[in-house]
C-alpha cells in the first residue's frame, strides 16, 4: 500500500487491509484471457470504507479518485456474496475473545430505528415514530462490553420482540454452555415484557432481566447491592454504528447490501476494541 497508513477512521489502514485481505475470494480468471486492468483490491476496499463512512452515493466515488463507482460496487456485491464483511467481523470477535475474553456474563438486545428513503427496498416498513416514513430496523445483541455478537433487520413497524428469536439464534461465533457457576443474563427494555421473550430466553439458556429503566436499576440495587447492568452496552454500540453515515440512513435496496455494510461496520468496532490496528 506504499506508506504506511494509520487507523484514522476514514482511510484504510495498513492493519485494518492485513485483516480483510486475506478473507477475499480468489480471483477468477476472464473467460477471453485480455481485458482491462482490474482495479486492485485494496482499492476497491478503500472505497467501499469511503462509501461507509461518509454515506455518499456510490456514483460519487468516480469524484474522489480513488476508483470508479461501477467497478467498486461490483466488487462489493460480489464479496457481500462471498460472505467477506461477516468473516471479517467473526475473526475480529475470536481475535478479541483469545487475547481479552469475550465476556458472556451480561448481554444485551436492543433495537434501533434509521430512516430508509428508498419505499421498494427489502425488509422497510413504515416508521410509527417518524410520522409514517420508511424507515429499517435493526435488533442488536451485544457482549457485557459493548461488542457486536449479531445483528437482524427488519422493517421499522416489526416489533422488537418479533426480532429476539433471530437475533438470539444467529450469534456469529460459537457460544458458550451457560452453566450454574457461569450464568448467563440478558438485559432487555420494557418493549419486550411479555412471556413469550421470556419462555424463549429460558430456552436458549438465558437468564432474562427484562424491566423497565427505573424500576431495574432500583431492583438490582436493592437486591444485589451493586451497579445496576442494563443496556448501556448496547446503546454505546449503536451509537458507534451510527457514526457510520451509510448506516444511520438506508439506501441500499437490497437487505443484504445493507448487512453488509452493518457487518462491516460490526467488524471495524470488533478489531479496534483487539487494539491491534493502531
Known amino acids: 500500500m506504499g506508506l504506511a497508513i494509520k487507523d484514522d477512521g476514514w482511510r484504510l489502514s495498513d492493519a485494518l487491509w492485513a485483516r480483510i485481505e486475506p478473507l477475499l475470494p480468489r480471483r477468477k480468471p476472464h473467460p477471453l484471457g485480455c481485458h482491462n486492468p482490474r482495479v486492485p483490491d485494496c482499492n476497491a476496499m478503500n472505497a467501499i470504507l469511503f462509501v461507509l463512512r461518509t454515506g455518499c452515493q456510490w456514483n460519487a466515488l468516480n469524484a474522489t479518485g480513488i476508483c470508479s463507482s461501477s467497478s467498486v460496487h461490483r466488487r462489493f456485491l460480489e464479496w457481500t456474496e462471498a460472505g467477506v464483511f461477516q468473516a471479517f467481523w467473526q475473526e475480529g470477535l475470536l481475535t ?40 429499517v430496523k435493526r435488533s442488536l445483541l451485544t457482549d457485557a462490553s459493548g461488542l457486536p455478537l ?64 427505573g424500576e431495574e436499576a432500583l431492583a438490582i440495587k436493592r437486591e444485589a447491592g451493586f451497579k445496576a447492568r442494563r443496556w448501556g452496552g448496547v446503546e454505546r454500540t449503536h451509537s458507534w454504528m451510527n457514526r457510520f453515515r451509510r448506516i444511520l440512513t438506508r439506501w441500499e435496496k437490497r437487505a443484504s447490501s445493507y448487512l453488509a455494510m452493518l457487518h462491516l461496520a460490526c467488524g471495524i468496532i470488533t478489531w479496534r476494541a483487539t487494539g491491534l490496528l493502531g
Request: hydrophobic content about 35%; aromatic content about 6%.
Open 96 to 135: 478479541y475473545d483469545e487475547l481479552k475474553g469475550l465476556d458472556w456474563s451480561w448481554l444485551s438486545l436492543d433495537g434501533a430505528m434509521t430512516k430508509a428513503p428508498l419505499a421498494g427496498a427489502e425488509k422497510v416498513g413504515r416508521n410509527p415514530t417518524d410520522r409514517g416514513k420508511q424507515g
Open 150 to 213: 449479531n445483528v437482524v433487520i427488519d422493517g421499522a413497524n416489526r416489533h422488537d420482540m418479533k426480532l429476539t428469536q433471530a437475533t438470539l439464534a444467529g450469534i456469529v461465533i460459537p457460544r458458550p454452555v451457560p452453566t450454574p457457576e457461569q450464568p448467563q443474563n440478558l438485559c432487555l427494555d420494557k418493549g419486550c415484557d411479555y412471556d413469550e421473550v421470556r419462555e424463549l430466553a429460558e430456552a436458549f439458556g438465558f437468564t432474562a432481566h427484562i424491566r423497565a429503566r
